[in-house]
């Protein structure tokens, strides 16, 4: 049976108020529940694949269902935050490296060179944010130095003078805040998150009289257009492409790119769609970004029916394009294109209508984000 709050599902809000999954906001992904509901509905085995692993929305329910999933995604960033969501830990030894930070005072360790990214933040707020990321950096153990790094980037995002509209970042002036306070708080609520999941699980695991597996899932940093897993080697894949025409994934979390993974600027446009082509007969009649966009979710798809195992279930949670001049149904045209490479469609759900609006008060339309289900 469909929820009747799918439309809110295929949004990341519900994902506020979930542990883990809210280590980091990330307004392009979809819910936790979304991805229960269809586990459990279609009745899906493993692995499962998500080539746009985003924050690892996907991955997370799977590893916490004790199914084993791998994940793709091309933004060094999201690769990174999907990585530390899903690793175990050993909570021990998160606490005691906590405890060392805590006994820290921070202390001037440079003027951060990058002057786009200074105006970003106040001047001492910056200056402790980057003497957390050394004193981070130098921890050994790994898994350690990732997850408070996380907590470090999520700490960045609340004190910066900037807030995330649509698809840029505007800049506001915010209050004062202490920047210790609030990552040894994050990081503190992390580890708490870690072990309520943890006696969730046992308490699941008694009541079902078997362990549930901690499987981590796999994570690369590829591009799904031309990174292929084995043939026949995936249960399901769950997935959410970047929208057509939206630009986000480079230009609002170019400070977290710029900050912590060296990115100052990134030469993309968007990660799929973004070498505008010009021959496309296929999709007669329709602008050059989006016959890019529609090219490239062709090489993405062709690579999901490669994987999957035949019967294999693809679920494509993707919304329409709001152009300037028109609207574009992504979800008829991805399908259609899905129908070309072998898959069978099953069904196109509308999870809710969206409105397209441009120069902020001129209606073009509406368009649908819909959950396509194909099979191999
Ligand atoms: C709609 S978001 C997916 C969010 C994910 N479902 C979640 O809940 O976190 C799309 C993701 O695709 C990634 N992406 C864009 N182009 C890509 C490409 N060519 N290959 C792999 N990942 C890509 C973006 O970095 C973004 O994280």
Request: net charge positive; charged share 30%.
């Amino acid at each position: 049976m469909i929820p009747n709050n799918l439309k809110d599902l295929v949004t990341f809000v519900p994902n506020k108020n979930e542990s883990i999954h809210n280590w980091f906001y990330y307004k392009e992904g979809y819910s936790k529940e979304l991805i229960e509901w269809l586990v459990k509905e279609y009745k899906l085995t493993g692995p499962i694949y998500d080539p746009f692993a985003g924050v690892g929305t996907t991955l997370l329910v799977a590893k916490n269902l004790g199914i084993s999933a791998i994940g793709t995604d091309v933004s060094p960033l999201t690769s990174f935050i999907c990585s530390v969501k899903t690793r175990n830990y050993d909570t021990s030894i998160l606490k005691e490296e906590l405890e060392k930070l805590a006994k820290l005072k921070p202390t001037m360790v440079g003027k951060y060179p990058n002057k786009k990214i200074r105006e970003l933040f106040r001047a001492k707020n910056l200056d402790d944010i980057y003497y957390y990321h050394q004193k981070i950096f130098e921890i050994k153990d790994e898994k350690t130095k990732n997850f408070f790094m996380l907590a470090l980037i999520d700490t960045t995002g609340r004190v910066a003078n900037v807030i995330k509209t649509g698809g840029s970042l505007k800049k506001i002036k915010k209050h004062h805040m202490d920047v210790k306070k609030l990552l040894l708080g994050k990081i503190k609520r992390m580890i708490l998150d870690i072990e309520r999941t943890e006696n969730k699980k046992k308490q699941i695991s008694q009541n079902i009289g078997q362990p549930l597996e901690s499987i981590e899932p796999i994570i690369y940093n590829e591009d799904a257009r031309t990174f292929r897993l084995e043939e026949n080697s995936i249960g399901c894949v769950i997935t959410s492409p970047p929208y057509l025409n939206k630009i986000e994934y480079t230009s609002v979390y170019k400070m977290e790119l710029g900050l912590f993974f060296d990115e100052q600027e990134t030469r993309l446009r968007s990660y799929v769609g973004d070498v505008p082509s010009v021959e496309g007969e296929e999709y007669a009649g329709l602008p050059n970004i989006a016959i890019a966009y529609f090219q490239d979710m062709k090489k993405v798809l062709e690579n999901i029916y490669f994987c999957l195992k035949p019967k294999g279930k693809a679920f494509i949670i993707v919304a329409g394009g709001c152009l300037p001049d028109r609207t574009v149904n992504s979800e008829t045209i991805i399908a259609e294109d899905a129908k070309k490479i072998g898959f069978t469609l099953i069904d196109i759900i509308t999870a809710r209508e969206i409105a397209c609006v441009t120069n902020r008060t001129q209606h073009i339309g509406k368009v649908k984000e819909a959950i396509i289900i194909l099979e191999k």
